[in-house]
T-cell receptor
Framework: QKEVEQNSGPLSVPEGAIASLNCTYS??????FFWYRQYSGKSPELIMF????GDKEDGRFTAQLNKASQYVSLLIRDSQPSDSATYLC??????FGSGTRLQVQP | ETGVTQSPTHLIKTRGQQVTLRCSSQ?????VSWYQQALGQGPQFIFQ???????GRGNFPPRFSGLQFPNYSSELNVNALELDDSALYLC?????????????FGQGTRLTVV
């Protein structure tokens, strides 16, 4: 089992909708997680990190962490075509999931 | 801009050759991690250096080696290049704290082995 697992997608949502990206992890000792966005041909850029159970909001982005279920998610509200990218879930140990490709249809 | 720079940005090498990739960390960061990212895949951890010592290694053969210098810049060396080594190589610098470890990436080096 991979340490961090994501559905590769693509996840396709219409412009203005909520995009929900999910990640599960196997190491119960992992305390914090990061979401990175990677545009094609570019390096990953940090969007958010979360280390407490519950929700963390930053603008259109909300990260959710459920340590009991070993589940992390990223919600993008009012999705824009510019949000189309691969989203990578990363544990504190800097272990990356394989990423979910998001396509926002105008 | 993340303050992490990698060189070169693109490189073409022949199978069997050796290559050195370089990374300058963000100021104040003491840790550097190297990743290999094949097309359509997430970054795969190669190794990490903390204060000039290797601090973890992924599932890569010994022909992948590295160095971290006193100024925390770093090199990734790959010997006996194989076609499958063609990938984007990413360097990430971070400041390890007890709370969290945000990593900031350079723009990557695109290596093509022919």
């Amino acid at each position: 089992q991979k340490e961090v697992e994501q559905n590769s997608g693509p996840l396709s949502v219409p412009e203005g909708a909520i995009a929900s990206l999910n990640c599960t992890y196997s190491d119960r000792g992992s305390q914090s997680f990061f979401w990175y966005r990677q545009y094609s041909g570019k390096s990953p850029e940090l969007i958010m990190f979360i280390y407490s159970n519950g929700d963390k909001e930053d603008g259109r982005f909300t990260a959710q962490l459920n340590k009991a279920s070993q589940y992390v998610s990223l919600l993008i509200r009012d999705s824009q075509p510019s949000d189309s990218a691969t989203y990578l879930c990363v544990s504190r140990a800097l272990t990356f999931g394989s990423g979910t490709r998001l396509q926002v249809q105008p | 801009e993340t303050g992490v720079t990698q060189s070169p940005t693109h490189l073409i090498k022949t199978r069997g050759q050796q290559v050195t990739l370089r990374c300058s960390s963000q100021s104040g960061h003491n840790t550097v991690s190297w990743y290999q990212q094949a097309l359509g895949q997430g970054p795969q951890f190669i190794f990490q250096y903390y204060r000039e010592e290797e601090n973890g290694r992924g599932n890569f053969p010994p022909r992948f080696s590295g160095l971290q210098f006193p100024n925390y810049s770093s090199e990734l060396n790959v010997n006996a290049l194989e076609l499958d080594d063609s990938a984007l190589y990413l360097c990430a610098s971070s400041l390890v704290t007890t709370a969290n470890t945000e990593a900031f990436f350079g723009q990557g080096t695109r290596l093509t082995v022919v």
